[in-house]
């Protein structure tokens, strides 16, 4: 049986290039998607409270897909770590492809003028 692959470390490198905003992401819908250096592609999916990620090569070859649903008690750490990994991710994506923090500033300044 082949090994597991080490998701968890790519994830995590690519919450913290999305922190420091190296990152754009876009949106399809509820669906939020990058690709670095147009060699891999990402794609981030919420339904209800799973959350999925998936990562491809440039020629749409699935490399991984992985899964996780929020529990009340999760079964180890590192399920709970990915869980907060991505639902971290997740949300900075959504407001990145939405640019969020501008529109909430542009409607904070209308709101003082009225």
């Known amino acids: 049986m082949p090994a597991p692959i080490d998701t968890e470390s790519i994830i995590r490198k690519l919450l913290q290039k999305t922190e420091v905003g190296k990152i754009e992401w876009t949106a399809d819908g509820r669906t939020f998607n990058c690709s670095l250096d147009d060699k891999f592609r990402f794609e981030i999916t919420k339904n209800e409270d799973i959350y999925t990620i998936k990562m491809q ?30 639902r971290d991710l997740y949300e900075m994506a959504r407001r990145i492809a939405f640019d969020v923090d501008n529109k909430l500033a542009g409607v904070s300044e209308l709101l003082d003028r009225i």
């Open 57 to 86: 090569d440039e020629r749409w070859n699935e490399i991984f897909t992985e899964s996780i649903q929020e529990e009340i008690f999760f079964k180890n750490d590192q399920t709970r770590r990915k869980f907060e990994m991505l």
